[in-house]
């Protein structure tokens, strides 16, 4: 009896780490392939929140997960948009427009919540989608393919990001801009252009992170994402630019997320403890980021501004 | 070469005028390229040999003038256009991503045969017979991070010969190379023009003009001062042309007395910067009132040697001995107290700190000292005095002693860093690339001045890349390859074929 409870809270924990790994790693891959190219996005956690509450928003307004889904995904886009603007276009320094941008959409989704929805109300999220075959799998099929609609969106994503950065032209272009723009400009590659593609679809991304966020817990507040944005900064140095990389820091944050979140429903930490273990994800990822502080694979032109004959 | 084709030339610059805020960098500049020829662009720095063919790349818009691509006016927005009308260009810093493949670089900017998909099969073939034919050996598969600078060189002609450029220009290309390479590149070169295209050859090097060139256009100040021919020309009055006036290009070498060893180096090892040995086993002496030059291409220990000098970097083994005392692990201060002297390669990083005045450049090495400073006090007074009067005398020139010192030329920054080495009248002097990327008047004022400490007895450490510079000035030559001295030729004996094979990694019982 005992048995059996341990190996099904494993296997719950599992599953469960698998969803709450999901935004972190669609914020994670879009950061990714942002920096690649050159760019670095703190704004990450801002984009999410006004994802989330786009997503949170749509849904609650029309009942349709998928608009939430598209406006989520629209509403990172626009910031992607901006956030170009301001750093290729007016060449403003990185870090401190990324602050604004996390500042600008930590305020803007709050306010927009009090006014537009002001009282808590919750939606029906996604819901879990089994795949076919793979579902019926015993234990693996429970765990794995008994999910949401954006986890399996989002690990897909890891295959084929790694693919369009390595084995297609325009990822050529996102390495090269990302390493030495003067090269690729010099060939008639415009290191601006390219950047637009790579921080809009990251920002896109960001804001499906949100979103997912939102439809899986199936309601909004200030601050919902708490932290996940600069967690899935933090999770591409630690997958050293790489997406399989980042995919297992991002499994290793959902395992920690989910052990913690498990002891807390089974009450084995309460009170104060529970809020002390509640910080680990944080802790870790200080940890991480002092053990992986070699930074192979950083682009060289990360954060900086390019400007022709300069 | 009488055989240049007269067809229709290539490429026609009309009255090209390109102004920077407070510059005019080409002034009405007229310059051609026919097919089958190479046209140099001689010129000192910030003559307007770059600016010019920065604006027929693209890189920049001209203000005023008209391009024409075989009679066709045209404009060139960006280097695509350019690239697109068959231009290529070789940038004097090499314009490859270090991470990517040789086959990956080249691919760049270009669509890939199968769209979507990146296939660098049928670039690595071709890559592959294009060095069968122009004898460039490349390895599409090598990483650049792994080639050494004569290889990368080769993988940006190859670049150029696989989008099948009518029109190169090369930019100070062989500034990074040994002369065995540089004969190397220059056969390459002259197989490029047999096929019908027209190069651009922009540099400073005499010789090397006088050896490749079809025809010589040169520059001073923005504007063309002379158009020749090799035949017509000769070195002197190609110098004549680049500055505008009379120019000793060989030192005048003053008597001087030989005397007591003033650095002695022995079984010296340093580490650079990745930890591995930078200079190993190096064995070397330098004599009062001698100058003995370091010849060899950049990378080979040259920099780890004169850190380990000045002890910036510390020497993992053996001994350096300076004016009589152990200094291989004294700090920069005290070796400078010692009365070492050192004029670093980098003048802006290790020289000056751009950001300070004239008078706190000079003063960085005796400003807690007196007279300059009293009782942790500076002594401006004093300052403004001996400063003035080495502004003076090393005829550095800056509107005023407090001018931020990174708006001055860079031959008068180098001036000021002599000018500081120099005033505490040392018995060593380490002097790195004294004279790079300076125009050929500062760069001859400052080779009179080490003449002259070599003379009143000074023991003169030359490290130079500038072939040239190292035999005008030295007495004996050291050539260093891969952190060693490959040997030691006096000053008689040393010809550019002999030291060229020496820092090839060649020794002399080999050859």
Redesign the interface.
């Given at each position: 009896m005992s048995d059996f409870l341990t190996v099904s809270v494993l296997l719950a924990t599992i599953a469960s780490a698998i969803r709450l790994a999901t935004p972190f790693l669609l914020a994670a891959l879009g950061e990714t392939i942002g920096q690649r190219s050159g760019v670095l996005n703190l704004g990450v956690e801002g984009v999410m929140l006004l994802g989330a509450y786009g997503a949170y928003y749509a849904t609650l307004r029309t009942d349709s997960v998928m608009f939430g889904i598209l406006i989520s995904l629209v509403v990172g886009g626009v910031m992607g948009i901006a956030y170009g603007v301001v750093t290729l276009a007016l060449r403003a320094e990185q870090g401190i427009s990324g602050i604004g941008i996390f500042i600008f959409g930590l305020g803007l989704s709050d306010l927009l919540f009090q006014k537009q929805v002001g009282t808590p109300t919750p939606i029906d999220g996604l819901g879990d989608v089994a795949i076919p075959l793979l579902g019926d799998l015993p234990v693996v099929g429970e765990v794995l393919f008994h999910q949401n609609a954006l986890v399996y969106v989002a690990f897909l994503l890891v295959p084929v990001l790694w693919f369009v950065i390595n084995?297609?032209?325009?990822?050529?272009?996102v390495?090269?801009v990302g390493?030495?723009p003067?090269?690729?400009?010099?060939?008639?590659?415009?290191v601006n252009r390219t950047r637009y593609i790579t921080i809009i679809v990251g920002n896109a991304m960001a804001g499906l992170a949100g979103g997912a966020l939102a439809l899986e817990l199936g309601i909004f507040q200030q601050n919902l994402t708490n932290g996940h944005g600069f967690i899935a900064i933090a999770l591409v140095y630690f997958g050293a630019w790489r997406p399989i990389g980042v995919m297992a820091g991002a499994m290793v944050f959902g395992l920690v997320s989910a052990t913690v979140l498990q002891w807390k429903t089974l009450g084995i930490v309460v009170g104060t403890t529970a809020s002390i273990v509640g910080m680990f994800p944080a802790v870790l990822t200080i940890l991480v980021l002092v053990l992986v502080s070699r930074r192979t694979g950083q682009p060289?032109a990360l954060t900086r501004p390019f400007q022709?004959?300069h | 070469m009488e055989s240049v084709p007269t067809h229709q030339p290539l490429v026609e610059m009309d009255g090209i005028t390109k102004r920077f805020p407070g510059v005019i960098a080409n002034e009405a500049v007229d310059f051609d390229i026919r097919p089958g020829e190479v046209h140099t662009l001689l010129g000192e720095n910030g003559a307007g040999k770059s600016t010019l063919m920065n604006v027929l790349y693209g890189l920049y818009h001209a203000d005023e003038g008209e391009i024409r691509l075989r009679g066709k006016p045209t404009i060139i927005n960006s280097p695509s256009d350019a690239i697109e009308n068959g231009i290529g260009m070789i940038h004097q810093h090499f314009m490859l991503v270090p991470t990517l493949t040789v086959a990956e670089n080249v691919a760049l900017g270009l669509p890939s045969a199968r769209r979507l998909l990146q296939d660098l099969k049928p670039v690595q073939e071709r890559i592959r017979e294009l060095s069968e034919t122009y004898g460039l050996h490349v390895d599409p598969d090598a990483y650049i991070w792994q080639l050494a600078v004569g290889e990368r060189q080769r993988v940006e002609i190859m670049k150029a010969i696989y989008r099948d450029v009518s029109v190169l220009i090369l930019d100070e290309p062989t500034s990074v190379l040994t002369p065995s390479e540089v004969d190397d590149l220059f056969i390459t070169l002259r197989q490029m023009t047999e096929g019908g295209r027209g190069l651009v050859f922009i540099s400073h090097k005499l010789h090397e003009v006088m050896n490749l060139s079809d025809r010589i256009t040169v520059l001073r100040g923005g504007r063309v001062t002379g158009r020749t021919t090799p035949a017509e020309s000769s070195r002197e009055r190609l110098a004549h042309m680049m500055v505008g006036r009379e120019v000793r290009l060989a030192p005048r070498r003053g008597e001087s007395e030989t005397g007591q060893p003033r650095i002695s180096i022995n079984d010296l090892q340093v580490l650079g910067d990745r930890g591995t040995p930078a200079v190993e086993g190096l064995q070397l002496e330098v004599r009062s009132g001698e100058v003995v030059g370091i010849a060899g291409v950049s990378g080979n220990g040259q920099r780890e040697l004169a850190e380990a000098m000045s002890g910036l970097r510390p020497a993992a083994s053996g001994q350096i001995v300076m004016n009589g005392i152990d200094t291989t692990h004294k700090t920069p201060k005290e070796i400078r107290r010692l009365g070492v002297s050192y004029i670093p390669e980098e003048r802006m990083r290790d020289g000056t700190i751009g950001e300070f005045s004239v008078a706190e450049n000079l003063i960085l090495t005796n400003h807690d000292l007196p007279p300059t400073s009293r009782r942790g006090f500076l002594n401006f007074n004093e300052i403004e005095t001996s400063c003035s009067t080495l502004v003076e005398r090393f005829t550095v020139k800056t509107p005023s002693l407090e001018t931020t010192t990174s708006n001055l030329s860079g031959g008068n920054i180098q001036k000021l860093i002599i000018a500081r080495e120099l005033s505490g009248d040392p018995k060593v002097l380490i002097a790195a690339q004294p004279t790079r990327g300076v125009d050929i008047g500062a760069a001859e004022y400052i080779h009179s001045v080490l003449m002259d400490r070599r003379s009143e007895g000074t023991a003169i450490l030359l490290i130079s890349e500038d072939l040239d510079e190292v035999i005008g000035l030295s007495d004996r030559i050291a050539v260093m390859f891969e952190g060693r001295i490959m040997g030691i030729l006096d000053r008689e004996e040393a010809t550019v074929h002999r030291l060229g094979l020496l820092m090839a990694g060649v020794s002399e019982q080999e050859s």
């Open positions: 084995r297609t032209p325009f990822g050529l272009n390495r090269a390493e030495t003067e090269a690729a400009d010099s060939l008639g590659v415009s060289s022709r004959g | -």
